[in-house]
Each structure stands twice: as structure tokens, then as C-alpha cells.
């Protein structure tokens, strides 16, 4: 009875007939129905995306010590710069031409340890630990590193945009 009286308060002085008032109101529902079904359906759950986000770290391991550029370029975003533990930074075609095109940089072993991610929407935060050991400029290298890598969410993908390293122990 109060839902019908207030349907008829509401709509007493509209001009539209009461059928077609229906028929607008039940397409409205509809409408909303369909894009919260949609939007939910496309929203990833945070525990989903942080034990995406550990394992791609696993994944970049497995690309640089394979030599995989192609999924190396997939997860580092074009604009990605990293800062270095001397303070330094670079960039994304700087690396992967020390890597890839030149070859001053030779990756031979990586462990990735300790990650943790933290999702905040569309943006994460992923920090953990690295074993390298390789070679840069004819020098050999083996260090513990902590690093801390930023993560976009965008085009279905988490994508590093910025990363930083501190150096926790040479071997």
C-alpha cells in the first residue's frame, strides 16, 4: 500500500501515461542491472591480483634469466624507470639494450624471495628480495637486493611502471 501510494504521489502530475511510466522505469532497472552484472564481473578481487602480482615476479626472474625479451617488454610498461641502489636511474630501453642489444649485461642466476603486494585499485606496490648473480661491464657480480616495484593496472594486465633497489648484501 505505501509503495503505491508513493508511485502515485510521485507520478500523479507527470505527463507520461502510467504504461509507458512502467515500461521506462522496468528498462531503467534492467539498464542498472546489466552494467552492475558487467562491472562486477570485470573487477579482480585483491587476493587474486596480489598472488598475480607475487608470480609475476617469478615470471620477470624466468624471462631475464632466459633471455626473454618479449615477456620482459609485456610486463615492463615503456615509461618504467628504475632507481638503483648508488642512487642512479635509467630506463626501459637502456636496460633492455645492456641486456638484449649489447650484451653488458649478462643475467645469469636470479632467486626472488620474500614478495609481498599490496593492490590499491588499479595501482600495487610490490617489495621483496632478489639473489643475482651476473655480470655487468666485464665485472662479476653477486649481491642480495631489496627492491620495491610499482604496478599499474591497465589494458587486462599489471604492468611495472617504476622500480627501486637497495643493496642488502654482496657475496
Given amino acids: 500500500m505505501r509503495c503505491e501510494l508513493g508511485y502515485r504521489l510521485f507520478y500523479s502530475e507527470a505527463s507520461i501515461p502510467r504504461t509507458d511510466r512502467d515500461r521506462l522505469v522496468v528498462t531503467a532497472l534492467l539498464l542498472m542491472i546489466a552494467w552492475t552484472v558487467a562491472c562486477g564481473s570485470q573487477r579482480r578481487s585483491v587476493a587474486d591480483d596480489e598472488r598475480a602480482l607475487v608470480e609475476l615476479q617469478q615470471t620477470l626472474a624466468r624471462a631475464w634469466v632466459a633471455g626473454d625479451r618479449a615477456t620482459i ?53 610490490v617489495t621483496g628480495r632478489t639473489h643475482g648473480v651476473g655480470e655487468f661491464a666485464g665485472t662479476a657480480y653477486d649481491v642480495v637486493i631489496r627492491f620495491t616495484d610499482t604496478f599499474v593496472y591497465r589494458d587486462g594486465r599489471w604492468q611495472a611502471v617504476a622500480s627501486h633497489a637497495s643493496v642488502a648484501q654482496t657475496r
Fill in 73 to 125: 617488454e609485456r610486463i615492463i610498461a615503456s615509461e618504467w624507470t628504475s632507481t638503483g641502489p648508488d642512487g642512479s636511474t635509467t630506463d626501459r630501453d637502456r636496460v633492455l639494450a645492456d641486456v638484449f642489444d649489447t650484451g653488458t649485461h649478462k643475467i645469469r642466476r636470479l632467486r626472488i624471495e620474500e614478495v609481498k603486494a599490496r593492490v590499491f585499485d588499479d595501482a600495487a606496490v
